[in-house]
């Protein structure tokens, strides 16, 4: 596809206009302010006049299947919507639930610009059975807990290591398997070093949650007389790239750490505020170095996957933790919402609007009342474009989602399937 006149979010995060993009196979292969000599050898062209092509973003933390649970027990504290609404009804899924809520959530990423997700859940066969169909990314991960249960008779590490051998770089690589420790407060210290160990066995990334709330904070310093983020450093976790997601209540040190280890934070600002967790300081994990991406949770803690949504809250959460307006920059806030996360799964050839890069694009719509007129346009991006100005999203170079219609989604029919398989899990609590 060669993508004509159109706006560009370059490689650095900078605004160009009128400028021409060519797509081939999976990647970008031409960028200039000129159209290519070769013009016809592109079989299709897209008229960018008024809109704006960017990179996809990547969502660094979710829980896709729990799509079912939107707007299923609000108002509550983090232990309490866990103990008295999650694990109740997750203890009701099956495999076709799971299939369909993942479709789902698929659907509404692509609407939103999400070309690719860190997932962490179970059921892993039907996820990547959905997101293959779907024809988006997924850096997908068993999340592992152990409640105590001895190590060698854990059903969840088996589960875990055995997606990782059967789906690692599935579908052409759009299919990564990372480990994952749910949390350490729901892991043994023996069962953390397991999974720490099948991590670097197979050579793969890690995602966990870090320091999400101050209670979870506090209680790993009760029992072990240290940080979370210093149980999976001594424990090895740290030792393979990982995403931590939340890090809301990480100390000075603890950050110290992740610069030195590599660790990548995900931070999910709408999830952390609505479950009233508390707020990351990213502009100190910028200064500090830090690999910084952005998450949404799910969507039962969130509500959507509106990633614009999430990037501008982001921004705005860092001026409010340091009552400093012009703390963040846009080009940072960008790239934590497309390179930053591209980076954490592990894609290096993606995340950027560059030649020889994988064609993650998306189109945003800036000829719509809530983007003009138009100041400057990588501002206007965070704070006045939403999701529903997306118009293309592309993935390896194949359109998923075009002006309202899906190209590999059944919408009307993944909409029903999840809200039916809902109401049977209802029916049963």
């Not at 293959?132 to 409640?147: C, L, Q």
């Not at 705005?316 to 960008?334: F, N, S």
């Amino acid at each position: 596809m060669l993508f004509k006149n159109i706006g560009l979010i370059d490689e650095n995060f900078e605004y160009k206009e009128n400028m021409y993009v060519g797509t081939n196979c999976h990647s970008i292969v031409y960028i200039d302010s000129k159209p290519p000599e070769d013009e016809e050898a592109f079989f299709e062209t897209y008229d960018g006049r008024g809109k704006v092509l960017m990179p996809g973003f990547y969502n660094a933390h979710g829980h896709s299947p729990m799509s079912l649970l939107r707007g299923y027990g609000e108002n509550l504290p983090l232990d309490r919507w866990l103990k008295e609404k999650i694990f109740p009804f997750e203890d009701k899924l099956y495999g076709d639930a799971v299939y369909w809520a993942t479709l789902l959530s698929m659907a509404e990423s692509v609407r939103f610009g999400i070309v690719s997700t860190s997932d962490m859940y179970y059921f892993i066969d039907d996820m990547v059975r959905a997101v293959a169909a779907s024809g988006a990314k997924t850096n997908v991960s068993r999340s592992v807990s152990s409640f105590g249960e001895p190590v060698a008779e854990s059903y969840r590490l088996k589960e875990m290591i055995d997606a990782i051998r059967m789906y690692y770089g599935f579908e052409d690589g759009r299919i990564l398997v990372d480990a994952c420790a749910h949390s350490e407060y729901t892991n043994v210290y023996d069962m953390l070093v397991a999974i720490a160990d099948a991590a670097k066995k197979y050579d793969v990334r890690t995602q966990v949650h870090l320091s999400e709330t101050e209670a979870e904070h506090k209680g790993c310093l009760e029992k072990y007389g240290k940080t979370p983020a210093e149980i999976f450093l001594e424990t090895g976790i740290f030792d393979q790239p990982c995403t931590a997601a939340h890090c809301v209540w990480v100390t000075e040190s603890d950050l110290d750490i992740f610069r030195d280890k590599g660790v990548t934070v995900a931070s999910n600002p709408v999830s952390n505020m609505k479950l009233s967790s508390g707020m990351a300081n990213v502009p100190l994990m910028y200064e500090k170095g830090i690999n910084v991406a952005i998450g949404t949770d799910s969507v039962a803690s969130n509500n959507s996957l509106n990633f614009f949504e999430e990037m501008k809250l982001f921004a705005l959460t860092g001026k409010v933790k340091t009552m400093d307006p012009a703390v963040m920059t846009p080009q940072q806030v960008l790239r934590s919402a497309t390179r930053a996360g591209a980076l954490s799964q592990g894609r290096e050839d993606c995340g950027l609007v560059k030649e020889g890069f994988r064609a993650d694009l998306i189109v945003v719509d800036a000829n719509t009342p809530n983007m003009q007129p138009c100041e400057d346009m990588a501002n206007a991006l965070i704070y006045s474009a939403d999701g529903k100005d997306v118009c293309l999203t592309m993935c390896d170079g194949r359109v998923l989602y075009k002006d309202g219609e899906y190209t590999t989604i059944d919408i009307e029919k993944t909409i029903f399937e999840a809200g039916k398989a809902k109401q049977e899990i209802i029916k049963q609590l």
